[in-house]
């Protein structure tokens, strides 16, 4: 594999306990347990010999890169797209094009579809293939929704904006683990809203933290959401 299948804590790779996962994802805790659990431990992990979470006190924690799958995992899903299906592909894919992490990947990302049913494959050519290669399609897409991620240079998703990169809220490997935090700083955006919640007035804590009044707004716009 090009890429390197990560089983323990590493420096600006991310930390993202389950919790972490459902606040940031809106997924439901024990739907990201048995994830995890499941597919990318069991299903995933067995396939390549190591698991691709570590433990964390009472709980398991991944890095940045599973946390994208997760969140890609989890709009196919919405969309109708079964568990079966969906670890079909991600097998595929990931001998295909040679990672670990094939649903973090923009080459990949940018050319999937779907119809509701199966995981479909865009070709540079316009056809359209479900991943399994059994038939073709020519059906109507869901928009992409990997517009909140960034890619770097090797295709590999490196920020996620977990509301929309119009708001200031960001999640950075390099800052603060990978938690949420205020767009180029360290300010972690649950410290913003529990002043909020203390009753401290939006002006006040923009002061405090030297931060434009949005960028407070969006902080807690993000924590009740997520709540």
């Excluded at 923009?106 to 399994?132: A, N, P």
């Excluded at 996620?160 to 938690?179: L, M, N, S, T, Y």
Aim: contains cysteine; glycine residues 6%; hydrophobic residues 40%.
């Amino acid at each position: 594999m090009k890429d390197t299948l990560q089983t323990k804590p590493i420096l600006g790779t991310g930390i993202y306990t389950i919790p972490d996962i459902a606040l940031i994802l809106g997924i439901p805790y024990g739907k990201v347990l048995r994830w995890i659990n499941t597919f990318w431990n069991d299903q995933f992990g067995s396939k390549y010999g190591h698991s691709y979470s570590w433990n964390v006190d009472l709980t398991k924690a991944v890095n940045f890169h599973t946390l994208i799958e997760l969140f890609t995992f989890y709009q196919f899903s919405l969309a109708g797209v079964s568990s079966k299906e969906l670890l079909k592909a991600h097998n595929i894919l990931s001998e295909q094009y040679n990672t670990y992490y094939p649903f973090a990947t923009k080459m990949i990302l940018e050319c999937l579809r779907t119809d509701g049913r199966k995981v479909l494959f865009e070709q540079k050519d316009g056809s359209i293939y479900s991943v399994d290669a059994t038939r073709q399609f020519k059906l109507s897409f869901i928009k992409e929704f990997y517009k909140n991620i960034d890619f770097n240079s090797d295709s590999l998703a490196v920020r996620f904006w977990p509301i929309g990169k119009e708001k200031a809220i960001v999640c950075d490997p390099h800052h603060q683990f990978g938690q949420p935090v205020i767009y180029g700083t360290n300010i972690n955006v649950e410290a913003l809203y529990g002043l909020y919640k203390a009753g401290e007035p939006e002006w006040f804590i923009a002061d405090l933290f030297n931060l434009d009044k949005s960028k407070v707004i969006d902080a807690i716009i993000f924590c009740k959401k997520a709540a």
